[in-house]
């Protein structure tokens, strides 16, 4: 029997719309177009922050709502969410992050509503991330995070690692395995291999370890010309720390800010490497992107993507500095011809692993099995 979602009206609600949101945004973009594309009817649900009206143009055609958030923006407390949810007349519900209030609106729909219902965390229950921030996490369990996973009708894990923190954390063992979906790939311009220059592109955080990498590359030994270039966006305390690491360092270390689009890419195309030396994650787009532009990368155990160590598309690093040094040494010590090969394996992973096309079957099949709910309410639980 063949399974469709034609018609189906999706809601995705995520707590940013925008750049501010990171990796989860750049999947809820892709998410949106991929339902798109298999003939669903997606709408967008987000707080509103600075770059929200910016950055809408990113979902294309998909409707964009944004709430304002009345108090501290680490909670998102909007009380326009809940209305919204409720007017956009939604056949299934979709939620991209925890531990903030879209949740408690998310379940809150899902209760008065009775139909489907998913949650995908997004690594947020890494031992990582539930080790920080107790007390506010302690709070959203008891307030309406527990009760929001009872009421999902199943959990989406982007890898059974996450599948495994999932169950560890809420009791659910109901998850669905099904990665994030690459960008379509592309290929490779002939010509030179690029110089010895590393990128690194994603969120100033804490758990991204960037600190370590500046210690790791200064120690390194380099060829002429290295360079690490550090592009990203963060809260200022952390953009703050990073210009200070950097500044200790030596000229070849470039804090490039926010890129996006076409800049974005190009700057992608010029590394030798992506890394991302980070000590949570959920499945990291930022590896993806690279692979899907044959950019061979080195990354943590903690990334969460092993087909890229199995199928040569990257290179395993620790996450201390000395660990960093010796990865970044083997990485540009590599000949022309071992790099190719590597760039070859990068290309291939994206397309067997992560392309939009499998990833789509996936959810067809997952959005179809739960339809016939949406006709059926069920009481709040």
Request: with cysteine; charged share 20%.
């Amino acid at each position: 029997m063949t399974v469709s979602v034609a018609g189906l009206r999706i809601g995705l609600v995520t707590a940013s719309a925008s750049r501010l949101g990171g990796g989860v945004f750049e999947a809820v973009v892709t998410h949106a177009a991929m339902l798109r594309a298999m003939g669903a009817e997606p709408q967008v649900f987000a707080l509103d922050d600075a770059h929200a009206e910016t950055d809408r143009g990113r979902f294309g055609p998909t409707p964009v709502t944004t709430c304002a958030v009345v108090g501290p923006r680490l909670v998102g407390f909007a009380p326009g969410l809940g209305r919204a949810l409720a007017q956009g007349q939604l056949d299934c519900l979709h939620l991209h992050g925890i531990w903030m209030y879209p949740s408690a609106a998310a379940s809150a729909w899902a209760a008065r509503t009775g139909r489907p219902y998913f949650i995908s965390p997004h690594g947020m229950l890494d031992p990582w991330i539930t080790a920080r921030g107790t007390h506010k996490k302690a709070l959203a369990r008891l307030g309406y995070e527990r009760r929001n996973w009872r009421r999902a009708t199943a959990f989406h894990a982007l890898t059974e690692r996450e599948a495994h923190d999932i169950a560890r954390e809420t009791g659910r063992t109901d998850s669905q395995v099904v990665p994030n979906a690459g960008p379509d790939p592309r290929p490779r311009a002939a010509g030179p291999a690029p110089g010895p220059v590393i990128v690194y592109i994603g969120r100033i955080h804490a758990k991204k370890n960037l600190a370590a990498l500046v210690d790791g590359w200064a120690h390194a030994r380099k060829p002429a010309g290295a360079r690490l270039a550090i592009a990203g966006w963060g809260e200022q305390p952390a953009v703050d720390a990073l210009r200070r690491a950097i500044a200790h360092a030596d000229g070849s270390v470039e804090f490039l800010g926010p890129v996006f689009g076409e800049t974005k890419q190009a700057l992608i195309e010029q590394a030798r490497f992506v890394i991302l030396p980070s000590l949570s994650e959920g499945l990291p787009m930022a590896m993806l992107e690279a692979w899907a532009s044959a950019a061979p990368t080195i990354m943590t155990a903690q990334c969460n993507l092993p087909a890229g160590f199995a199928t040569g598309a990257a290179l395993e690093c620790g996450t201390g500095a000395p660990a960093l040094a010796e990865a970044i040494e083997r990485a540009l010590a590599l000949d022309d011809g071992p790099w190719r090969a590597m760039a070859a394996s990068a290309s291939a992973c994206a397309r067997q692993h992560f392309s939009r096309e499998a990833v789509a079957a996936a959810w067809t099949r997952i959005y179809a099995q739960a339809r016939p709910a949406a006709a059926t309410p069920r009481s709040a639980v």
